[in-house]
């Protein structure tokens, strides 16, 4: 496919085009240099990077196509390309699928659909109420959008509509026609309560299951064309249908190719084979039948056919098809299943002849379930009948002939089944109602080619023939319709007619015919056809032609592709015969009567008339004898002539409605999801005339836009002088007449300008470059600017550096002279230096050297010396010797003789100790003075450490005297030495000096030694200290561990403890959804409740008519509102409790009266309440365990003074339990006093004071008595704690005392007592034990105390009980009886009430014995309620009889005293009335009940009170009503007082609903009236808000808490009535307000407009502009109505709340359906048009209302329209910031976002699927669109009234002067 002619202007460099490519049939090109004028080669770069050189033939004049620009890629129209060409489609539709995740696209008047395989989140119930009632164009392109088109030219041009899908198999088509139908089911509804809408639906999976089955293409292919014609009533509501059928492949019931399989029904059924109501069909696995398991596919992945078949059978059920009909379809189908298994068998190969075994099970269960004779089928099966002109006979058939008969009997039971099973869904969709029109669903075959083409896809491609000239006809009608409505001069548009193609196959003698008339030959072959057909029309027409390599087949030339047909099979397929035999033998089924024989019946009984089925089957029966069974011309139809006259009735049908054309495409032959195969989609283009479509729009005006469009985006091109803002038209023609010179380029329409093709793109490059220029001049002027202001600072700078470098250098000269200077002086000190240096250095040598020679004279003149002298010391050393040696061996001799004499003496004392020790008395004198000889051995211990210290002094005395002695010596030695004449004289006393000296060195060695000894214990002792060290180290670190693990235990117990706080408030947060979840789930029931009671009251209106309902059922209704409510308001498992013991007494009683009811279930709430708030103390309890528990672990284990501390608490708890005990026994028999009390009172009146006052009495005494007998016992614990305290300081001072003596008894005595430590030790554990008496005796003291206050405080209270006994008595006393007995039970009950109290900070630690206790109170308390109420009934019984004698007595003596009144009137002076002050009350006869809700609610004109009157005056005035009737204690008109009110305001929402003033009107007096019965209801949490007037109004004698509850219920209905009207109100103007205007000039100018041919038909004209300032307006306008009405604040928020989220879900769900509204500059005209919105917020003082939260998706909505979409710090930055988006809804905004202009960018698939990674874990909804129809539930805070009720005036206007002020 190539360009035609060209301009070489649009060839420039870096323009882009298209080359053919055999991998991607189009590829694009960039061209490298300008094309010239007679240049046969083009300059391109691939996108790989690879350049080529494009040959041109220049004869042709043709180049490449050229590509759209960028801008115009991925449009939602086709024919808004700027280029129409086959590549630009291709690119465009594929840009679409793989990168944007579009399936849907137009081209014109066709919708493209590409099959995804995938389930997209796109046909949801929401997106269905997105499209309905807007026009096509307006939304994204979408099956639902077509259906709306068609539905609405429906409405609008009442002609009837079809919607013609087509497609190959797989690409989608019955999913598309089941999605029409849905929408129209949907958006329509039923007209009747048949539910055919429902039905309409239903239809589907019936036809799937009998009509589709698994192919090679596709999983679910339709193998037959449908109809459907789904029929409307004049309010366009669906009342009925019907369907036609064409074409069912029967072959495939006995055949499938492999991978393939039959019809979905087989398997269903096989799937249910075990089941206990199928065992009768012997049926099995897939597996085993013949006819299920040809394809070796019997499954489908991802498809349970179990769940199918109950769906099927569920579809059945609802089109009204009995069981016993629907088993009886199931056994005609198993039974051609078994029919496929019967196996044929022969004697041998060749033999003409063939039989069925006797034992084939499967023939047997085929008679069996059909109800045939055996050997009848048996027979016929094997043979067929003859019949000549002269005689009959049976021939047998081969194995091949009887299967072939075998499944041509199969194949035309099915046909008829399915044709049943049609007439019969027709049957149940047929109309009811008068049906106006119709739009007909058209799911039919597109054009097939397979490698083999049979009858099927001659067929197929004829039918697509017929559809393809109709709609090749329609759009070249709708070209001229256009062109003529905007007055454009045209030509006729060449375009592909096929009609030589139709007239090939259908015409005379055309191919259709030849077969006819072969069917008809009695020996007509396949061949002889095929040889008539080449005969024929071979050069006579050019759609047919023959093979080159086969005459056995033809060529077709149809206008999608060349198709060649095998011939094989055509005759037999046309004919479609069947053995008559084989038939008449299902006709003479003998089943018994049932749905099975009346279904065989209508299956295969002939019609009389005609010898035709009654199904109008398409199967021709084979009779016996052809030419005598019948002449009727119907019989003897081919499927051929049936298929060509159904398809001239379908043609006939669509060319008599407005077509509308869905095109399915199949993206790839895998059934990839997201796989786009370009080859295939290309030829299915071509297949189904989409290409076509193009062709004819480009051969005109493709591009069409309005003026208001072209200004917009054009506007750039136009100088200022030439722009003429009144005429833009005009202004339009200057600028192209500029810009296009040549004037057939464009054309200019009434409303449009019209363009050819590229004009568009020219158009786009012109403004592109334009732009660029003017950003180029921008950019200019701004770089220079920088460039300035970067020129002025550098400058600056230099200058400044400059300054410093100057200084710098100027402060560095100045160093160098003064470094210079001092440098000279200090070399002039170091010269100095080093000279003296030098000077002293020579002086110090000379000296040294002196020294050295002094030094060596002197050590030469010594060692002579020396040598002298050491010969003197030898000569001394050896005398010496010799007298040291005679001197030892004397001292010896003497010592030895010393020795023995003393061991003689030593020996002898020896023998003389041995004696007495061996004497008893010695042992006894050793015994008996054991303990003063250990006194004496201390003694002399202490004597021997006396001794010692002597020694050590006289050691110490003598160490004096050595060293004394030896300076002596030293001296003398000195004296020696200077004596030499004296030296030879003192040797010998030097020698014995030096022998001293020895001595004393032996002693220093001696000291060393000991000295080492200690030196090494010390480093022992100090290894060991080191080792203890690291022990102790050891365990402090051991302990530092263990302080980690501590530590980290209580780290990790404060983590467990975090994280339960945190899943608290997770769970307290979920409690909170949970409650607004009940909340709104409660308040749609009450939506659902309302709406229930209108269609109630709407079916008693067309029964009854005008008929008044009579007071009984007034009241009845209120009984049952009543009792709605409080079933409504009940939860908890008491109040269900409470709900049987009501029934139980009605059911006994008949009738319950209100109050008792209303204040039973007050009470019930109370206790609810109750349960809650223990429920959360326990909680609170439970944590604060939870954190003692982790002090206790950071502060270690309690000591045992702790434990010895909590035992002593078990006497105390001990205790308070027994106080406990004594105080449950007390409450019991104040009970029975109650009790006592109670019968007495209910005995009657007489003597009632009397015995209320002994029992009053008596119950005085008896506290007096108590109250005596606890002073005693504090008496006595008293006494008990002094003995104790006695005791305790008698015990200390004995221990004090036994201390001191002990101190006195001396230190003998204590060393004796505690020789071995023990006294010590129990001295100790004395003092221990004194501590622990001391701690006991102080805790019993503060115990004894805590006990005495609390018997005072018990005391004060009996006696404070008392004097309210007393006081409590003289009152009753002075009361009349009625109203003693009343105060007396009044004053019961809140005794029981404050022990209640009592009880309950008792049982604070006891919830469950808490529990027990409230509901024993409160069975009590029911009990006396009831009583009560008994009391009042007979108290009201007797008032009435005292009325009736008063009555009596009065008229007597009105009678006696008429004589005396004149004389006793004119004696009497005259008394005038003092006149009362207003209460606050209003009263009004009974009569006048009627009158007062007429003139108050029914015929009240809103407008006139909120102007002139105080806000919310009829709920004032009903309440002060209501208060009247309390005063005077009337519960009958209390309840018909407010049951006519909620009646009265229901009649009046349901009369006027859509005004808004009357709704906010009565939601604000219904608010009023709810917080006046919480205001006066007398309860402390609404009594701290009045004054104390109004603390005196309140209500007295009843509870109408249950009333309020009803109340509540119908503001919850006002409310909702009220959003309604707002909905309805604004939901047209939202989305141009808040999408489509624009509020920033000029900021949407450069928007492009969508580009979709919009038909005449779909646009109604043009809407009343709708813009933000018309919406802030309107809102103003609520918010003033409101306000002027008196609504409350808090319910104001939560109205503009409800608003806002109104605006912002229904702007977000068109802009997740709009393309054109998904680019930058529209974020930014979102952004701005919310802050609009949030200024009106902060204007009006509502900005804590929660709106702005409620815009939140919308706004960051716009944000992602503006945020930068390439690197991941951007998606990061998108995921954290979207968070009120959900994923599909992010994912779809990013494939949506369209670039306006060229040098913005699209968003890469790399990016989102990046984004879709990262919000991979997110938990939320799949929903695409927000629930517009979501609403907050709402809740009416208590918001008291300032007013007083004594200061209301009752105007006259409200014509209320029946009404008396009390």
């Known amino acids: 496919m190539s360009a035609c002619a060209f301009d070489a202007n649009d060839y420039c460099k870096y323009a882009h085009v298209w080359i053919a490519d055999t991998e991607q049939v189009w590829q694009s090109a960039e061209i490298l240099e300008d094309y010239k004028h007679g240049s046969s080669v083009l300059r391109l770069l691939l996108e790989d990077d690879k350049k080529i050189d494009y040959k041109i033939d220049v004869k042709s004049k043709q180049m490449p196509f050229l590509r759209n620009p960028d801008i115009l890629v991925g449009e939602n129209d086709l024919t808004s390309l700027s280029y129409l060409h086959e590549p630009a489609v291709l690119h465009n539709l594929r840009v679409r699928f793989v990168d944007n995740s579009h399936i849907y696209t137009y081209c014109g008047i066709v919708l493209v659909a590409i099959n995804p395989y995938e389930q997209l989140p796109i046909y949801s119930e929401d997106i269905i109420h997105a499209y309905s009632g807007q026009n096509m164009g307006d939304m994204d392109p979408h099956i639902f959008a077509v259906a709306e088109e068609a539905y609405r030219q429906m409405g609008r041009n009442e002609k009837n509509q079809s919607i013609i899908v087509s497609g190959e198999s797989g690409a989608g088509k019955t999913v598309s026609a089941k999605y029409t139908m849905r929408f129209f089911a949907t958006v329509s509804g039923s007209s009747s309560h048949a539910n055919i809408e429902e039905k309409v639906l239903a239809s589907s999976p019936i036809m799937e299951a009998v009509g589709n089955a698994k192919t090679t293409r596709n999983d679910n292919s339709s193998r037959f064309g449908k109809y459907i014609e789904i029929g409307f009533d004049q309010q366009l509501r ?97 039974a051609i299943l078994h029919l496929g298994n019967v196996a044929f068998q022969s004697k041998d190969r ?134 003529m409505k905007e007055e454009i001069p045209w030509t006729l548009i060449d375009f592909y007619d096929n009609q030589p193609c139709i007239d090939l196959i259908e015409a005379k003698l055309g191919i259709l015919d030849l077969l006819d008339e072969e069917c008809r030959m009695p020996k007509g072959t396949d061949q002889s056809w095929i040889q008539k057909l080449y005969k024929t029309h071979i050069g006579t027409s050019k759609n047919f032609k023959k093979p080159r390599m086969s005459n056995t087949a033809f060529i077709v030339c149809h206008f999608a592709d060349k198709v060649e047909y095998q011939c094989a099979g055509f005759l037999e397929k046309n004919r479609d015969t069947v053995r008559e035999e084989q038939i008449n033998i299902l006709r003479s089924s003998k089943i018994p009567k049932g749905s099975l024989l009346q279904l065989l019946l209508e299956l295969f009984q002939e019609d009389k008339s005609t010898g035709k089925s009654p199904l109008r089957g398409r199967v021709s029966i084979k009779p016996a004898r052809p030419g005598m069974q019948t002449s009727s011309k119907e019989h003897k139809k081919t499927v051929g002539h049936q298929f060509r006259n159904s398809l001239h009735l379908l043609m006939g049908t669509l060319n008599a409605t407005t077509p509308h054309y869905v095109r399915c495409i199949k993206p790839n032959d895998d059934k990839l999801p997201f796989t786009f195969d370009p080859h295939r989609a290309v030829q299915q283009l071509r297949a189904c005339g989409v290409l076509e479509t193009i062709r004819i729009s480009a051969a005109g005006y493709p591009s069409r836009w309005t003026y208001q469009e072209f200004f917009n985006r054009y506007r750039v091109l136009m100088a200022k002088k030439d722009i003429i803002f009144t005429d833009k038209k005009q202004t339009c023609h200057n600028v192209l007449e500029k810009v296009i010179k040549d004037s057939d380029k464009y054309q200019f329409g009434k409303t449009k300008i019209f363009f050819r093709a590229g004009q568009v793109a020219y158009m786009e490059k012109l403004r592109a470059d334009k732009l660029r220029a003017a950003c180029i001049r921008m950019q200019k002027t701004i770089r220079g600017w920088l460039q300035r202001c970067r020129y002025t600072r550098v400058r600056s700078a230099t200058i400044t550096i400059q300054r410093f470098a100057r200084g710098h250098q100027a402060r560095c000269y100045t160093k160098f002279l003064r470094q210079t200077r001092a440098a000279t002086i200090i070399q002039k000190y170091f ?224 983590r467990e403890l975090k994280e339960k706080l945190s899943e608290k408030a997770v769970e307290a947060k979920q409690l909170q959804n949970d409650l607004d979840e009940e909340r709104s789930r409660y308040q749609a029931l009450i939506m659902q409740f309302s709406s229930l009671e209108e269609k109630y009251d709407g079916l008693c209106e067309e029964v009854e008519g005008n008929i008044s309902p009579e007071p009984s059922s007034k009241e009845g209704t209120a009984l049952a509102e009543e009792t709605c409510a409080s079933l409504l308001s009940s939860d908890s498992t008491d109040s269900e409790s409470l709900l049987k013991q009501l029934q139980a007494l009605d059911e006994d009683k008949g009738s319950l009266d209100t109050t008792l009811s209303l204040k039973l279930w007050k009470r019930v709430r109370e206790l609810e309440q109750e349960k809650k708030s223990l429920q959360e103390e326990l909680d609170s309890h439970d944590e604060a365990e939870a954190e003692s528990a982790v002090k206790d672990v950071r502060d270690g284990i309690r000591n045992e003074d702790d434990a010895e501390e909590e035992r002593m608490h078990e006497p105390v708890e001990m205790y308070k339990i027994l106080k406990l005990q004594t105080i449950e026994k007390e409450n019991e028999r104040l009970k029975i006093d109650l009790n006592e009390l109670r019968e007495g009172l209910l005995k009657g009146p007489e003597g009632a004071a009397e015995r209320l006052q002994q029992s009053l009495l008596r119950r005085l005494t008896d506290a007096n008595h108590e109250l005596e007998v606890i002073r005693e016992e ?115 009950i809140t005794r029981l009430t404050n022990e209640n109290l009592y009880f309950e900070e008792l049982y604070a630690d006891d919830p469950m014995q808490y529990q027990a206790y409230r509901i024993s109170i409160f069975r009590r308390i029911l009990e006396l309620m009831q009583q009560l109420e008994k009391q009042d009934k007979t108290i009201r019984k007797l008032k009435k009889q005292l009325k009736f004698f008063a009555r009596k007595v009065g008229d007597m003596e009105v009678v006696g005293a008429a004589d005396r009144q004149p004389e006793e009137s004119s004696q009497q002076p005259a008394i005038q009335r003092k006149e009362k002050e207003f209460q606050g009350m209003l009263d009004y006869k009974k009569e006048d ?67 808004f003033e009357t709704v906010s009107f009565w939601l604000a007096n ?297």
């Not at 010799?882 to 004499?901: E, K, N, P, T």
Request: charged letters at 25%.
């Open 1566 to 1862: 219904t608010c009023r009236f709810l917080h006046c019965l919480k205001q006066y209801s007398g309860e402390e949490a609404f009594m701290k808000f009045n004054t104390p007037r109004q603390n005196d109004h309140c209500l007295r004698n009843f509870d109408l808490t249950e009333y309020r509850q009803v109340i509540s219920d119908l503001a919850i209905q006002i409310y909702q009535q009220l959003i309604k009207v707002i909905e309805n109100t604004l939901h047209n103007g939202i989305v141009p307000a808040m999408l489509e205007d624009e509020s920033i000039q000029g900021v949407m100018s450069g928007m492009k407009p969508t580009g979709l041919r919009r038909r005449t038909s779909s646009i109604d004209g043009e809407a009343c502009a709708h813009t933000l300032d018309n919406v802030i307006r309107q809102l103003d306008a609520f918010r003033e109505t409101l306000l002027q009405h008196g609504v409350d604040p808090e319910l104001l928020k939560q109205v503009v709340r409800q608003i806002f989220f109104l605006l912002g879900a229904v702007a977000l769900n068109s802009l997740l359906l709009r393309k054109d509204m998904c680019s930058w500059s529209k974020g930014m005209q979102i952004r701005y048009n919310v802050s609009q919105l949030e200024e009106w917020l902060r204007e009006a003082r509502l900005q804590q209302s929660g709106a702005k939260e409620a815009l939140q998706p919308l706004v960051q909505a716009a944000q992602l329209l503006q945020m930068k979409k390439k690197t991941d710090e951007d998606a990061e930055a998108i995921c954290s910031m979207c968070s009120a988006l959900t994923t599909p809804q992010i994912i779809k905004i990013l494939n949506l976002y369209t670039p306006m202009n060229e040098f913005e960018e699209r968003v890469s698939v790399s990016f989102i699927k990046n984004i879709q990674v990262r919000l991979r874990e997110r938990k939320e909804s799949p929903h695409l669109l927000l629930d517009v129809k979501h609403m907050y539930p709402v809740t009416f805070p208590f918001n008291p009234s300032p007013l007083g009720l004594e200061t209301i005036q009752i105007p006259v206007s409200l014509s209320l002067s029946f009404i008396n002020l009390v």
């Open 1274 to 1388: 504090n008496l006595m614990m008293r006494a008990q704690l002094t003995d104790d305290q006695q005791y305790a300081k008698a015990t200390l001072a004995g221990s004090s005392e036994a201390r001191k003596a002990r101190g006195k008894g001396g230190h003998t005595d204590w060393q004796l007592l505690n020789e071995d430590g023990e006294l010590g030790m129990a001295y100790e554990g004395l003092k221990q034990a004194n501590s622990v008496v001391e701690t006991q005796l102080n805790v019993q003291r503060r115990n004894h105390e805590i006990e005495v206050k609390g018997l005072r405080s018990e005391l004060q209270a009996v006696r404070e009980e008392s004097g309210r006994q007393q006081q409590l008595l003289s009152q009753n006393l002075q009361l009349p009886p009625e109203a003693r007995i009343e105060a007396s039970l009044q004053h019961e």
């Open 831 to 1054: 010269r100095r230096y080093t000279q003296r240096k030098r000077y002293l250095r020579m002086h110090a040598a000379v000296i040294t050297i002196q020294r050295y020679l002094r030094g060596a004279l002197a050590r030469r003149t010594f060692h002579l010396m020396l040598r002298e002298h050491m010969a003197i010391q030898l000569q001394r050393w050896v005398r010496g010797w010799l007298a040291r040696r005679w001197y030892a061996r004397a001292h010896a001799a003497i010592v030895l003789l010393q020795c023995c004499v003393r061991r003689m003496m030593a020996r002898r004392e020896f023998k003389l100790l041995k004696i007495e020790a061996r004497s008893v008395e010695r042992y006894k004198k050793l015994n008996q003075g054991m303990e003063n000889k250990i006194i004496q051995l201390q003694h002399k211990l202490d004597e021997q450490t006396k001794e010692g210290r002597l020694l050590a002094l006289r050691l110490t005395t003598v160490e004096a005297s050595r060293s004394v002695e030896v300076e002596r010596l030293a001296t003398e030695v000195e004296l020696l030495k200077k004596s030499r004449d004296e030296v030879q004289h003192a040797s010998n006393r030097i020698l014995s000096l030096e022998e001293e000296l020895a001595a004393l060195r032996a002693q220093l060695l001696n000291a060393q030694a000991q000295n080492h000894s200690l030196q090494k214990q010390s480093d022992a002792d100090r290894i060991e200290t080191q080792q203890i060290l690291g022990e102790l180290k050891e365990q402090n670190g051991l302990l530092k561990c263990e302080k980690d693990e501590l530590n980290l235990q209580i780290q990790q117990q404060s």
């Open 1489 to 1555: 009940e009627s009158k007062l809700m007429k003139n108050l609610i029914l015929e009240l004109k809103p407008r006139g009170v909120a102007v002139n009157l105080i806000p919310g005056l009829p709920a004032y005035i009903l309440f002060m009503c209501v208060r009247h009737a309390d005063f005077t204690n009337d519960d009958q008109r209390v309840r018909t007082m407010l049951t006519s009110s909620i009646n009265s305001i229901k009649k009046v929402l349901k009369k006027r609903g859509d005004d």
């Open 350 to 483: 060749d033999s003409e002849s063939c039989f069925i075994a006797e034992s084939d099970r499967h023939l047997a269960l085929l008679c069996q379930l059909l109800g045939l004779e055996i050997q009848e089928m048996t027979r016929w099966l094997c043979h067929r009948k003859i019949v000549t002109a002269s005689e009959t006979y049976v021939k047998p058939m081969g194995c091949e002939q009887a299967v072939n008969a075998r499944d041509a009997l199969a194949k035309h039971v099915y046909a008829q089944l399915f044709a049943w099973i049609v007439q019969h869904i027709n049957r149940a969709l047929h109309a009811t109602d008068k049906q106006k029109s119709f739009i007909g669903v058209l799911d039919i075959y597109g054009f097939e080619t397979f490698d083999v083409n049979s009858f099927e896809q001659f067929c197929i491609n004829y039918a697509n023939e017929k559809l393809q000239q109709q709609f090749n006809m329609h759009v070249f009608k709708l070209e001229q319709e256009e062109y």
């Open 238 to 334: 669906i009342v009925g249908a019907n369907m036609r059928t064409y074409l069912l492949e029967k072959s495939r019931v006995v055949f499938q190719a492999e991978k393939e399989r039959n019809y979905h029904i087989f398997y269903q059924l096989c799937s249910y084979a075990v089941d206990s109501e199928f065992t009768d069909l012997h049926l099995g696995s897939a597996n085993t039948f013949h006819y299920t398991q040809q394809g070796c596919s019997t499954r489908i992945e991802g498809v349970d056919d179990a769940a199918d078949f109950m769906q099927t059978r569920r579809s059945l059920n609802l089109l009204g098809i009995k069981d016993d009909t629907q088993m009886a379809m199931f056994r005609v189908m198993s």
